[in-house]
T-cell receptor, first 112, second 116 residues
Framework: QQQVKQSPQSLIVQKGGISIINCAYE??????FPWYQQFPGKGPALLIA?????SEKKEGRFTISFNKSAKQFSLHIMDSQPGDSATYFC???????????FGTGTSLTVIP | GAVVSQHPSWVICKSGTSVKIECRSL??????MFWYRQFPKQSLMLMAT?????????EQGVEKDKFLINHASLTLSTLTVTSAHPEDSSFYIC????????????FGPGTRLLVL
């Protein structure tokens, strides 16, 4: 059973456009929601994370929007660049457990 | 930022041999480390959770006798793939969680294993 559902599986965006990746969860005990960026042949790197006490968090061109009632959160990449082309994973965890539950990943391609 | 290293970054071995992969947290102490396996274009599959000084907790379907995990210190965990077979060829990634209470997992760069 997939604890965190992620969509789309792949995404193609023009340079300068906005990339949007969505995730949904069911477990209301989750209270930490990170996003990771992974380039081919590399380990995932933490991009940005949010807790449910805020509805939005922005770091540079990356923004997380969080909807607690809908149990959804999304990653927005503004002014997308070819260098943003990578696979993005959302995740969720609770403070009562060690484990992170990862989404299935989104392969983003930003075309010049 | 928190840095996790893995060694080796890639390894080729013959079928039947054992391979050890090291995971180190370089600038923080990690009570918990995680081992993942990733197939091409797929998500991270958690294999086991490793706690310093205690036995690892394996996910369902992961053979603990085949994938030996040791977490001897707060900065080092090792994964040994015993009697490796071609189907064990994969990308193995470790992550570590900061003892200081930070919530996130920091990932290593991964180890590419190819079993011939």
């Amino acid at each position: 059973q997939q604890q965190v559902k992620q969509s789309p599986q792949s995404l193609i965006v023009q340079k300068g456009g906005i990339s949007i990746i969505n995730c949904a969860y069911e477990n209301t005990a989750f209270d930490y929601f990170p996003w990771y960026q992974q380039f081919p042949g590399k380990g995932p790197a933490l991009l940005i994370a949010i807790r449910p006490d805020v509805s939005e968090k922005k770091e540079g061109r990356f923004t997380i929007s969080f909807n607690k009632s809908a149990k959804q959160f999304s990653l927005h990449i503004m002014d997308s660049q070819p260098g943003d082309s990578a696979t993005y994973f959302c995740a969720a965890s609770s403070n009562t457990g060690n484990q992170f539950y990862f989404g299935t990943g989104t392969s983003l391609t930003v075309i010049p | 930022g928190a840095v996790v290293s893995q060694h080796p970054s890639w390894v080729i071995c013959k079928s039947g041999t054992s391979v050890k992969i090291e995971c180190r947290s370089l600038d923080f102490q990690a009570t918990t480390m995680f081992w993942y396996r990733q197939f091409p274009k797929q998500s991270l599959m958690l294999m086991a959770t490793s706690n310093e000084g205690s036995k690892a907790t394996y996910e369902q379907g992961v053979e603990k006798d085949k994938f030996l995990i040791n977490h001897a210190s707060l900065t080092l965990s090792t994964l040994t793939v015993t009697s490796a077979h071609p189907e064990d060829s994969s990308f193995y990634i470790c992550s570590a969680r900061d003892l200081g209470g930070l919530e996130t997992q920091y990932f290593g760069p991964g180890t590419r294993l190819l079993v011939l």
